[in-house]
């Protein structure tokens, strides 16, 4: 497990009518889904890409709802020891959400925020091995993890310091400054940059991948979604979109170079 620690594992949506959710992503993902089964709290869905899950579905709980919580979605973290995760980050200024708890036979997670209050989910499974990673751009898999953060550099202090991530390239984004690529492990798994007014808190945005961006905008169109950004050539030649989805989670996309 160790040797995973702190990459991304699972991807999460919380969101108002998980029906039409499901609806839209196997639409534009080509997503299955499976319900799960042993929770009996919770009506969960697991979503598959082939026979592999990738990431979960549920809808937002009362009492989130609540609180004013809206449709999105959350990444998990691997990490070695829950707990001890929980009780660093909360030190070092980040909240426990939801503390430590075991979901039987599949692991131990706690939702968080970092100091800035981006959210995150702390996870180990219940074998203690984190599943094995699918290469790089995988279609249907998560692909790039980017946090729009308030201040950039102690936010990635913040991730540096507790899941050892590592600074990659840096690139000028003109007025709202660098865009700071991050590594988990040998290669760049996201970026890091200053979030625009727009937006009224930090967050992180996963990008899911897909063979063809063009076809992906058809996609999310025609599925009742909304392209926000994009499509754009970013450094490296990859293509990206930036998106919503009917219930107003942000989620985007990510395709090859020459993809379009």
Request: glycine share 12%; charged share 20%.
């Amino acid at each position: 497990m160790s040797a995973s620690r702190g990459t991304f594992c699972w991807y999460e949506l919380m969101t108002s009518d998980t029906e039409a959710a499901m609806a839209f992503y196997g639409k534009v993902m080509g997503w299955g889904f499976e319900k799960a089964t042993g929770l009996p709290s919770v009506d969960y869905t697991r979503l598959k890409v082939g026979n592999r899950p990738m990431g979960g579905l549920m809808a937002i709980p009362d009492e989130a709802c609540k609180e004013g919580a809206r449709p999105a979605w959350i990444g998990y973290i691997l990490v070695d020891d829950v707990d001890a995760f929980a009780d660093r980050i909360k030190a070092a200024g980040g909240t426990v959400h939801k503390a430590p708890a075991d979901i039987p036979s599949v692991g131990r997670f706690a939702v968080m925020s970092d100091p800035q209050g981006a959210h995150f989910v702390l996870f180990k499974p219940a074998s203690g091995t984190a599943p094995e990673p699918v290469p790089f751009m995988t279609p249907g898999h998560g692909a790039w993890h980017e946090l729009n953060a308030a201040e950039p550099q102690s936010a990635f202090a913040f991730y540096a310091d507790m899941f050892g991530w590592t600074k990659g390239e840096a690139f000028d984004m003109g007025p709202i400054g660098a865009y700071q690529l991050f590594a988990t492990g040998a290669n760049p798994v996201g970026g890091m940059m200053k979030k625009m007014d727009v937006f009224p808190v930090p967050f992180w945005l996963y990008y899911f991948a897909a063979e063809n961006i063009d076809a992906a905008v058809e996609r999310v169109n025609g599925a009742g979604g909304k392209v926000l950004n994009g499509p754009a050539e970013v450094p490296g030649g990859a293509w990206i979109i930036q998106c919503l989805d009917p219930q107003g989670a942000m989620f985007a996309i990510v395709a090859p170079p020459g993809r379009r």
